[in-house]
C-alpha cells in the first residue's frame, strides 16, 4: 500500500510528541488506516539544535515553504504556533489540496472561518482537536458526539496554568504572586505568562468550543475576558468558607438563540463535577437539552496529550483520504450569531463589601438591590477584625449583568460603602 | 432532497426520546445531514397502547418484518431489547442493506462480532453508541479519539443502578437491603435486579469497552464479575474509614499484549476522578500510555440521554449514507486475544479477618502472606466491641491473584481465623 506523507511544521514539544507517536505506534496506525504513515519532511527553526529524538537530518529544512510545496506531502501537521505567517502557511498548503491537522487555538479561533471556508472550496480536512484542551477529545465530542442534542451550556476550565494556581492557592492558602513564582519555576507558567492568567488563552478557546456547541460563528471578541490576577487568597478564603471552588471558567450559554461566552474567575459550587478538578488539568462540562450534564476530563497540555489528540486527527484525515471524502465533513456554523444583551445575560454574583460599622448601613445598601430588581440568596454581616469597618458578604439569585452593572454603579458613589472589596461570577 | 427513511424496532423509553429528538430537532439534524430524517414505520408490541407522544397510527405495525422488509427504508434502529430474536432482525436488514443503530449492550456483547462481520461483507454501518454508558460518546472517544494512543486501562462505571445503591449506602450508612428496596421504587432497579446487582450488565459493556480499547475480541465469557449484593453496610463503612469509596467497577487493563478484564465492587481511593461519581451518573476513566489520565461523566441511561446517543449515531450513519462510505470505517478487533494468567493479574486487596483475641494471631497471619510473597502496605489490628475476638483490616500492595488465591485458601484452614469477613480489591 502506498504510505500516506506527512509534513511536520514545528518539532517543539508537541511536534516531538507527533514523532514519538507515529514512529512508536506504526503497526497500530497503519493497521488502523490501511497504509504506512511517513513523516516525509520538517520544518524547524534551527535544524543543527540537540533534540530528545533522533530524527534523519535529511528530513529537516529550516523553510517552512519546503514543506507546503512538496507536492509529494499529503498532510501538514502545523504545531509551529503563530497566527499570520502560519495562515499564510496553511492557506497555500490548502490551495495545494493538502490537508491539515493543527493544534494552534490562536490561529482557529482568530481565523477559523477563514481557514475552514478554504478548505471547503478545496475539498480539504481541517482537524484541530489539539487546539482545546490538549488530550480530551472534547471537539469530536461536540461535533458527532451531541450533533444529535441542543447544548444550552459549556463549562471549561480550559488553562492548565490558571488551574493550577487557583488550585494551588486553594489548597495551601497562599498568594497569587507566590503560586506564579512556582509555576513559573516548575514550568506550568511562562515568562511572560499574560495570556494565560488574563484569560486570552482561555477566551480563544471558549471561542472555538462556542462555534462548536452553538453552530453559530463565535468571535474572539464575542467573548467577554477577566483573568485570575487579582483574585485574592481571602477571596478563595472566603469562596471555601461559603462552600465554593474558584476556578477561572470559560463559560458559554444560550436560551433560545442567544448566546453570550465569557472567562472569569467563578466560584464554582463543592460538588459540582467541574469544582473538584485540580492542578494542571481541564474539563469541559456541556449540558444539553437531552443529555443533560456530561463532563470530560483529562490533561489539557504537554507533550504527549497534546500529541495524541494530533494524530487521532491525522488517523481521521487518512481515513477520509482512503475513502476520498475529505472535506465533505466539514461543520460549517449555519446559524446567525446572536450575542445576548446584557439585559439577558443573568447569573448570580458574589459581592464583598467593606463598609461602615454602624446602625443602618444594611439597609443602605440592601435598598440598592431592590431598586435594580437583584434579589439575594444570602447576606452576612460581619466586624472587621483589623478596622473600625465591617464585611458584608452577598449572594444574589440569578441577576442580569445590566442590573448587576447599575448596583455597583450606584455603590461608588454610596458614602456608607467604603470598598467594593471583590464581585465574582456565581455557579453550580 | 430526498429524505432519509427510518425504522424504528420498539417504542419504549428510548425509543419515545429517539422520536422526540428526531422530530423536536429536525431543522438542526436535517441542516447538519443534508436532508429531512422521517421515522417511516415503528414496531411496537402493542399499537393500541396510550403513549405520552402522538405518533401517526399508521407507522405503528406490531410485526417488526414489516420494519425489516420495507424497502423504502435505508436505516434500522433498534431500540427493542431482547437477544435471539433480535438478532436475527439484525442480521436480516442487514442482508437487505439497511444500517443498523443500536442501543443494544445484551446483543452487542453476545453478538458483536458476528453482526460487526456481516456489516462488513454488506458494506453497512452498525453503530452501537448507547449500548455503553448511555449519553456518554465513550465508543467513538475510544475508536477516534484515540485511535492514535495505546490504551492500558479502562474503569468503568456503566451500571447506574449499582452506583446509586452504593451512594446511597455511603452517604446514609444504610443497609444494601434497604436501598435496594427503596431504589425498586423509584425505578431505578428492576423487580428483578439481578442483571444488574449481579454485575452482569456492567460485564456485558466491559466486553463491549475492552474489544474497542484493546483492539481484541473481547467475549463476554471473559470477564470475570463480582456483584454488590454481599456488600454490607460495614464493609463501606472499613471502606471509607480507610479513605476510599466503593464502586462496582469494570476493570479492563493490560500489559504488554495480555488483557483481563473484570467487574467488582472496589474500593477507590478518595481524589481519583472515579471516586466522586454518585447516584445514578456513569463515568468512563480511561488510561492511555501516551494521553495519561481521561474520564468521562454524564448519565448512563435514561429517555433523552440515552436518545441523544442513538441519534448522533444516526447522524453518523446518514453522514456515510451521503458520501456513500458506510461499513468502510467499521473497526475490526485485529489484535489476537492473550488474557492474562491468575499469575499476571495482579491488584491490591483489601482484607478484613476475624480472629481470636490472643497473642501470636498476627504472626501467623502475616507469615502466610509472607509465604506467597504477598506484601503488605497496611495492617490494622483492632478489638471487637461485641465479641471475644479480634478484627484485622489488611491492605496489601500489589499482589497476583494467583498468590493471593493461595493465602486464601491457607486462611480456610487456619484455626486462629474465625472468618474472612471481606476481600476487595483497591483501585486508586
Given at each position: 500500500?502506498?504510505?500516506?506523507?506527512?509534513?511536520?511544521?514545528?518539532?517543539?514539544?508537541?511536534?516531538?510528541?507527533?514523532?514519538?507517536?507515529?514512529?512508536?505506534?506504526?503497526?497500530?496506525?497503519?493497521?488502523?488506516?490501511?497504509?504506512?504513515?511517513?513523516?516525509?519532511?520538517?520544518?524547524?527553526?534551527?535544524?543543527?539544535?540537540?533534540?530528545?529524538?533522533?530524527?534523519?537530518?535529511?528530513?529537516?529544512?529550516?523553510?517552512?515553504?519546503?514543506?507546503?510545496?512538496?507536492?509529494?506531502?499529503?498532510?501538514?501537521?502545523?504545531?509551529?504556533?503563530?497566527?499570520?505567517?502560519?495562515?499564510?502557511?496553511?492557506?497555500?498548503?490548502?490551495?495545494?489540496?493538502?490537508?491539515?491537522?493543527?493544534?494552534?487555538?490562536?490561529?482557529?479561533?482568530?481565523?477559523?472561518?477563514?481557514?475552514?471556508?478554504?478548505?471547503?472550496?478545496?475539498?480539504c480536512d481541517v482537524f484541530y482537536e489539539a487546539s482545546v484542551?490538549?488530550?480530551?477529545?472534547?471537539?469530536?465530542?461536540?461535533?458527532?458526539?451531541?450533533?444529535?442534542?441542543?447544548?444550552?451550556k459549556i463549562m471549561g476550565i480550559v488553562n492548565g496554568t490558571t488551574n493550577y494556581i487557583l488550585s494551588k492557592m486553594s489548597q495551601e492558602g497562599v498568594s497569587y504572586e507566590a503560586v506564579l513564582e512556582e509555576a513559573q519555576k516548575l514550568g506550568y507558567a511562562e515568562a511572560d505568562p499574560t495570556s494565560d492568567v488574563e484569560g486570552l488563552d482561555a477566551a480563544r478557546k471558549m471561542a472555538i468550543l462556542g462555534t462548536l456547541g452553538f453552530r453559530t460563528n463565535v468571535e474572539l471578541k464575542d467573548v467577554s475576558v477577566r483573568g485570575i490576577s487579582q483574585v485574592s487568597k481571602e477571596d478563595i478564603a472566603y469562596a471555601k468558607r461559603l462552600g465554593y471552588e474558584m476556578k477561572l471558567l470559560g463559560i458559554a450559554d444560550r436560551e433560545d438563540d442567544h448566546v453570550s461566552i465569557s472567562v472569569q474567575p467563578t466560584m464554582v459550587r463543592k460538588g459540582h463535577p467541574i469544582a473538584s478538578v485540580n492542578g494542571v488539568f481541564n474539563a469541559v462540562y456541556v449540558y444539553g437539552e437531552a443529555v443533560g450534564e456530561t463532563m470530560f476530563y483529562g490533561a489539557g497540555a504537554g507533550e504527549m496529550p497534546t500529541a495524541t489528540s494530533v494524530v487521532a486527527d491525522l488517523v481521521a484525515v487518512i481515513k477520509n483520504l482512503k475513502l476520498g471524502v475529505n472535506g465533505l465533513k466539514a461543520i460549517v456554523p449555519y446559524k446567525p450569531k446572536k450575542l445576548k444583551s446584557d439585559e439577558q445575560i443573568a447569573f448570580k454574583n458574589f459581592i464583598l463589601l467593606h463598609v461602615d460599622d454602624k446602625a443602618g448601613v444594611l439597609a443602605k445598601i440592601t435598598q440598592v438591590f431592590a431598586e435594580f430588581g437583584v434579589s439575594l440568596e444570602s447576606v452576612v454581616q460581619q466586624p472587621n477584625e483589623l478596622n473600625p469597618e465591617a464585611e458584608i458578604i452577598i449572594v444574589t439569585h440569578n441577576a442580569s449583568k445590566a442590573s448587576m452593572d447599575k448596583v455597583l454603579q450606584h455603590f461608588e458613589g454610596l458614602d456608607v460603602i467604603r470598598k467594593i472589596k471583590s464581585v465574582y461570577r456565581v455557579e453550580g
Open positions: 500500500m502506498k504510505p500516506v506523507k506527512v509534513g511536520l511544521l514545528g518539532l517543539g514539544t508537541v511536534g516531538t510528541g507527533v514523532v514519538r507517536i507515529v514512529e512508536g505506534h506504526q503497526e497500530d496506525l497503519s493497521s488502523q488506516v490501511g497504509s504506512p504513515i511517513i513523516i516525509e519532511k520538517i520544518a524547524v527553526k534551527n535544524s543543527d539544535k540537540t533534540r530528545s529524538i533522533t530524527v534523519d537530518k535529511h528530513k529537516l529544512t529550516e523553510d517552512p515553504w519546503e514543506v507546503i510545496r512538496d507536492p509529494e506531502i499529503d498532510v501538514v501537521v502545523e504545531v509551529m504556533g503563530g497566527i499570520d505567517l502560519t495562515k499564510e502557511y496553511i492557506l497555500e498548503a490548502l490551495d495545494r489540496g493538502k490537508h491539515i491537522v493543527t493544534a494552534n487555538k490562536d490561529l482557529m479561533a482568530l481565523h477559523g472561518s477563514e481557514i475552514l471556508a478554504k478548505a471547503q472550496e478545496k475539498q484542551a490538549g488530550g480530551i477529545p472534547i471537539i469530536r465530542t461536540l461535533i458527532e458526539g451531541f450533533s444529535s442534542d441542543r447544548i444550552l
